[in-house]
């Protein structure tokens, strides 16, 4: 069974970076398509980033092109997530996300996609 442990939440000032991890355990990051999500209270779930298992390539959701970039360390078993120049929008639980397969880039974007979950991290851009 995969497991998904994300770290690196926090509270952060408008306009500063935070780092997210998401470590694999029982199971090898480089067999599966990864993923951050996040949903702010009172909202759905969000696409962030998506990054290919079979070549790397990387996805972002509009709000965030530009500002967050998504890796991968396979010898580490850990995907990351840098976020610089947060906003208050920014604010919601982040999660990971692992899945098998060779979805569309559009599938890559559905939380349904996705087989297996971490427990979410939160990050708070506020001052």
């Known amino acids: 069974q995969v497991q998904l442990v994300e770290s690196g939440g926090g509270l952060v000032q408008p306009g500063g970076s935070l780092r997210l991890s998401c470590a694999v355990s029982?199971?090898?990051?480089?067999?599966?398509?990864m993923a951050w999500f996040r949903q702010a209270p009172g909202k759905e779930r969000e696409f962030v980033s998506a990054?290919?298992?079979?070549?790397?390539?990387?996805y972002y959701g509009d709000s965030v092109k530009g500002r967050f970039t998504v890796s991968r360390d396979n010898g580490k078993n850990t995907m990351y997530l840098q976020m610089n120049a947060l906003k208050p929008e920014d604010t919601a639980v982040y999660y990971c996300?692992?899945?098998?397969?060779?979805?569309?880039?559009?599938?890559?974007?559905?939380?349904?996609?996705?087989?297996?979950w971490g427990q979410g991290t939160p990050v708070t851009a506020s001052s």
């Open positions: 996300a692992a899945g098998a397969g060779s979805p569309t880039s559009t599938y890559l974007k559905l939380t349904s996609t996705y087989d297996y």
């Open positions: 029982e199971g090898s990051l480089s067999t599966y398509n």
């Open positions: 990054i290919r298992r079979a070549n790397g390539a990387t």
